[in-house]
């Protein structure tokens, strides 16, 4: 017996993941005439969180012919957004927003979600494996891929470029050492799925609900209401406050639960419909979101943090950055990934870097609960909380670390 590959085979682009960056960079690409190869280690369906989808993103689905499957899907419809602080409550209507575009999305089960993305992907000539895992790499100008199936058959994929779409997997970040520090505290998350039974009158089922803890401002609760009269339900706090054994989660989650008068009133005790998960650590960056005969895609480069729920946004676009900039490459043009993907993609990622990080200090939700904010600001706050986050003619997105300190000031004063 050896441990020799025994098939050899060639690709345009293989992709690494079949999550929804993996899924809409192959559509692209197989729109544009290249062969194109996924492989995934999972089968799907498979449960991923991620759930609330932002409106920017339906623009990258309609460009990969992805968007009747999802509007057709089933899916809970979505508008906007709902901050609850102890008496303070702030709704944002992502309809009324800065920004151009659809101003409406979806909460989705992602693992029909992602089930559907892939599929389209498949229809459009995707070749799709399943249960294939990528064990190593040999970068460079003609990179290779070492895969091995679930029948312990190994295999190569010579590429003519890979990308990687592996998310919280990371597959050549941990395969070529490409892991740097992300400056981002280390925090987690516990969350569960519960049959929410909510009346019609009791809550609007369109929008997201963000709570934060009345007590610990840097705890905070989501609430996302999915089809089917389910909601997903989970807490994100420093990791060491919910440090606690598996055995523990469900009570833990609990009594988090009751601790927060809004989604108390709401959920209370509801039984959990699935095993309190728990992930940690999950912030993660590199250095360089391109090399030698690769990219990194959405999860797989950076993530940030879940608050305001920016991890598929930054997924679809990084897919259709990279499509195109990939695209006139394999046409024999010259192009620069720094100029043309790292730094484009990167500009909407440190918007919501800042957002995120004033999140955490309390600023954000200063300024979000502040009575007296005009119209046209909020619009524009409306705007990157919506997914916008590359439109810089929002003073926000054009320069959010100076606007974000000033306006917080001002909602001091």
Known sequence: MTNEPTQYEAVDVAIIGAGPSGAVAAALLRRAGRSVLVLERQHFPRFSIGESLLPQSMAYLEEAGMLQAVVEGG??????????????????????????????????????????????????????????TVTGMRAGDAPVLEVIDENQARYEVHARFVLDASGFGRVLPRLLNLEAPTGMPTRAAIFSHVRDG??????????????????????????????????????VADAAFLDVAEAGREALLHALIREEPTLNRLIGDAPFLMPVNRIAGYSANVERLHGPGYA?????????????????????????????????ALNGAEVNWHADYDMPLRKGIDVFRAFVERWYTGELQNIIYYPRQTPMIRRMVSAVLAGYAWDESNPFVADPVRRLNTLYEACKG
């Open 198 to 235: 909510l009346p019609l009158d009791a809550f609007d089922r369109n929008k997201i609900c963000v709570a934060t803890h009345p007590e610990h401002r840097d705890v905070w609760f989501w609430m996302i209401p999915l089809a089917g009269g389910r909601s997903s339900v989970g807490c």
């Open 296 to 328: 990194l895609l959405g999860n797989a480069g950076e993530f940030l943090d879940p608050v305001f729920s920016s991890g598929v946004t930054i997924a679809l676009r990084s897919a259709q950055l990279a499509a195109k900039v990939l695209e006139r």
């Open 75 to 132: 899916f809970q419809y979505k508008n906007g957004a709902h901050f609850v602080w102890r008496d303070h409550a702030s709704t944002y209507d992502f309809r009324d927003k800065h920004s151009p575009g659809w101003g409406t999305t979806y909460q989705v089960e992602r693992a029909k979600f992602d089930d559907l993305l892939i599929g389209c992907a498949a229809q459009q000539g995707a070749e799709v494996r399943f249960g294939h």
